[in-house]
């Protein structure tokens, strides 16, 4: 069974940087997509980045120059970096494990964590 642990959320305030961390777990391929989702109250959840198993990177226009998405195959962990954040960055974010081919689509993402909070104050 594989789980997805994320942690580094917190309160920073406007222009500041958090890193967030994923770890996954129970997987032996690191042939998979990882990607970064966020959701904020009353919004639907939202795609931020995602990386694939060749490191090719994929950003929302959103986010893109700001964030900066890596993975480390022997940890199974993924990365996020986020810098200059702004007060609508604030949502609850997830990380999701997914198929092959690099997707901003929700549904194609088969496990999910629990999500870390982040808040940006102004």
């Known amino acids: 069974q594989v789980q997805l642990v994320e942690s580094g959320g917190g309160l920073v305030q406007a222009g500041g940087s958090l890193r967030l961390s994923c770890a996954a777990s129970?997987?032996?391929?690191?042939?998979?997509?990882m990607g970064w989702f966020r959701q904020a109250p009353g919004k639907e959840r939202e795609f931020v980045a995602a990386?694939?198993?060749?490191?090719?990177?994929y950003y929302s226009n959103t986010i893109k120059g700001r964030f900066t998405i890596s993975r480390d195959n022997a940890q199974n962990t993924v990365f996020l970096q986020m810098n200059n954040l702004k007060p609508e960055d604030t949502a609850n974010y997830y990380c999701?494990?997914?198929?092959?081919?690099?997707?901003?689509?929700?549904?194609?993402?088969?496990?999910w964590g629990q999500g870390t909070q982040v808040t940006v104050s102004s």
């Open positions: 999701a494990l997914g198929p092959t081919t690099i997707t901003a689509l929700a549904a194609r993402y088969d496990y």
């Open positions: 129970g997987r032996t391929s690191t042939i998979y997509t």
């Open positions: 990386i694939n198993w060749r490191n090719v990177t």
